[in-house]
Nanobody, 117 residues
Framework: QVQLVESGGGLVQSGGSLRLSCAAS????????MGWYRQSPGKQRELVAT???????NYVDSVKGRFTISRDNAKNTVYLQMNSLKPEDTAVYYC???????????WGQGTQVTVSS
């Protein structure tokens, strides 16, 4: 089991930027892709960005060109750089290794991102 701790969220104005971090309690096997998810009140958790062990990235259309996912395997950390933030990006953001319809490990507490208009 891997424990995941997300950080870096906050309150930002529309058009602003934030960088989220996800620290794992131990080395993440490099064979696993990692992803960032988000969940808004009343909505299902949504996978917004993934990165494979080889560095291939994929994004949901709503964040393409604005968000960048990266990973530092030496630091057991995954990042999400979020630029040009919009109010609809407001959510709690989580990281995990995608597995089926959910994550491979237990969910962390997430980090709240609030974008004001």
């Amino acid at each position: 089991q891997v424990q995941l701790v997300e950080s870096g969220g906050g309150l930002v104005q529309s058009g602003g930027s934030l960088r989220l971090s996800c620290a794992a309690s131990r080395s993440i096997p490099t064979i696993y892709a990692m992803g960032w998810y988000r969940q808004s009140p009343g909505k299902q958790r949504e996978l917004v960005a993934t990165i494979t062990s080889g560095g291939t990235t994929n994004y949901v259309d709503s964040v393409k060109g604005r968000f960048t996912i990266s990973r530092d395997n030496a630091k057991n950390t995954v990042y999400l750089q979020m630029n040009s933030l919009k109010p609809e990006d407001t959510a709690v953001y989580y990281c995990n290794a995608p597995s089926g319809d959910g994550g491979r490990w237990s969910w962390g507490q997430g980090t709240q991102v609030t974008v004001s208009s």
